[in-house]
């Protein structure tokens, strides 16, 4: 029997691996599942290049958990140690023995798959053990096997041992304050989260299965059920297979293993596979978004080899694409990410870069594969695509090939259909194209009403952004204007050369002016006398184009200059002079009915706009049903 101290830099190594190394203890399961997982992945491999002799069998990794004498045991059937690796591997902290393998047949094996953790990884089980064993025995013929023990001390015994299988069993002596890792719910819960796909079964207590009847049997007849291994894990997962071996159910099926409560299923699916200048692999899923959707669950996965990291991929995957859900898998990705790292890390970079431009060219293919059920799709999609166009100038370039803007009769144009499709009418005087756009159809009926008599068409962009995409199209895009449809009289909107002619005159207009400001609050409303079809309303409330943008922009986050988030509600209230009611009001001769008519015509404007609430609106119908007597 051999004694002595581990190699390590520092004496007090272990209280800091206990309680620094890793902020959530849970975490010492998934680093020895990924050390057995390496040690089976090399037996395989040299067992390709023809280095072992003999058949390896089916080798899998075995959890089990004695409860009464306080062990959890992690057993592999990989290559095993000697006591001289024994000596090399645990005894010298954070030298690995796996990248040391993989250096060694990097020309030899194309993908080895080994996650390279066998250092420090394998000190983390003394986060939740006062005492560690591992029972070990190579796969090199002729080895004997070897014990190696330390109860978190520097100092450690290593000694021969009769065990006579190939590979390696760890046996944690767990801690009274770690108790919790004894109960098998929550070893099942950490094997879910963890290692849920690692490539190499992984089995946990057993289960009881029924055999299928055979054929004639009676229909009471009952089925004789044996018992099987309970493999917690699917060691092959959809985004480590080829697109081509691939279905559209497949995929959808993933989607409900990766989310067993997500009942929806996802619009559409992106399969990642680059293996230059980073490796990655991984299916993007677009959900179908709806206002009870919780950003917080249901988040895109991040593995490395196929052992999970964490589901806070910020820094990875680009902002306006956290909303997708499903899996992205790197082995240029540490383990133990930090913001500082990715933000840092040039493949971090490049990933996100590339996943950026996958999307985006995914988006072009089912565009131009099939239209009709992309623009059905649209409404479910339109909120992360119009995110990446303000956010991510490279998907803002490519968006003209699949970006739509939909009309408030359903029709649905790219941006440059629409131009196409209204530049004859909608070129004002100034040469310049005028979009025209809604936000809700119902409140801005009238408005919209008015445009369609003109030949305009009118946009329906009702998302939360659409002030800051409108404001950035405008910057990128020649000689247009985005106008809502409700920010002025259509005539000034779309300004001709010809003007209407007013039925007032100036004089009238300076006289009818004031009587108006005088029965309407002045300081949220401006009064605009317009010389319109005799038809339209005698009174219309709009709001200024650029307050209302800024002040929306604001209230979205990234907009509102000079402070216009703070600034009080500001209206115009536009008069036709060219209606009946509006001569009636200048030519009436009682103070009071004149009062009563303009507060009864403005009390219609605010109603048509949504302005009109409580005590106003109270009065607004006593006096309406009183003008009707």
Sequence with gaps: MATGNINVTAENIFPIIKKFLYSDH???????ISNATDATLKLKHLSTLGEIKGDIGNPIIEIKVDKEKKEIRIIDQGVGMTGEEVEKYINQVAFSGAEEFVEKYKDKVEDSGIIGHFGLGFYSSFMVASKVEIFTKSFIEGSKAVRWECDGSPKYTLEETDRTERGTE??????????????????????NKYNKFMPIPIKFGTREENLPLPEGAAEDAKPETITVDNI??????????????????????FYRELYPMQFEEPLFNIHLNVDYPFN???????????????????????????????DNVEGIVPDFLQMLRGV???????????????????????????????????????????????????????????????????????????????TVDNEYFTFEELLEEIKPAQTDKDDKTVIL????????????????????????????????????????????????????????LIKKDEEQLSKLSDEEKETLKPIIEGAIPKETYTVQLEAMDSNANPFMITQPEFIRRMKEMQATGGGGMMGMG???????????????????????????????????????????????????????????????K
């Excluded at 108790?179 to 098998?184: A, C, R, W």
């Excluded at 978004?289 to 988040?299: E, I, N």
């Design 26 to 32: 849970e975490i010492f399961l998934r680093e020895l």
């Design 170 to 191: 760890i046996v944690l002596h767990i801690d009274d304050d770690s108790l919790e890792f004894l109960e098998e719910s929550k070893i099942n819960e950490l094997l």
């Design 232 to 253: 917690v894990n699917n060691p092959t997962p959809a985004w480590t297979k080829s697109p081509s071996d691939l279905t559209d159910e497949d995929y959808k099926s």
């Design 280 to 310: 990655l692999t991984g299916i993007l899923y677009f959900p179908k978004l709806s206002k009870s959707v919780d950003p917080t669950k249901d988040k895109i996965q991040l593995y490395q080899n196929q052992v999970f990291v964490t």
């Design 328 to 406: 992205i898998d790197s082995p240029d990705i540490p383990l133990n990410v930090s913001r500082s790292y990715l933000q840092a890390d040039g493949a971090v970079k490049k990933i996100a870069s590339y996943i950026t431009r996958k999307v985006a060219d995914k988006l072009i293919s089912l565009f131009k594969n099939d239209r009709k059920a992309f623009e059905e799709k649209w409404d479910d999609i339109k909120v992360i695509i119009e995110y990446g166009m303000l956010s991510e100038e490279k998907f803002f370039e490519k968006s003209d090939k699949f970006a739509l803007y939909p």
């Design 437 to 492: 756009y809604a936000s809700d159809v119902k409140s801005q009926h009238s408005y919209i009403d008015a445009a369609k008599e003109k030949g305009y068409q009118v946009l329906l962009l009702d998302s939360p952004i659409v002030s800051h995409l409108i404001q950035k199209l405008e910057g990128s895009k020649e000689n247009i204007q985005f106008t809502r449809v409700d920010g002025d009289h259509i005539d000034n």
């Design 566 to 628: 703070n600034f009080p509600e500001m209206y115009n209230l536009v008069v036709n002079t060219n209606n009946e009611l509006v001569g009636e009001i200048l030519n009436t001769k009682t103070k009071k009915k004149q009062e009563r008519l303009i507060q009864q015509a403005f009390d219609l404007a605010k109603l048509s706009q949504g302005l009109l609430h409580g005590e106003e609106l109270t009065k607004f119908i006593k006096r309406s049903f009183q003008m009707v």
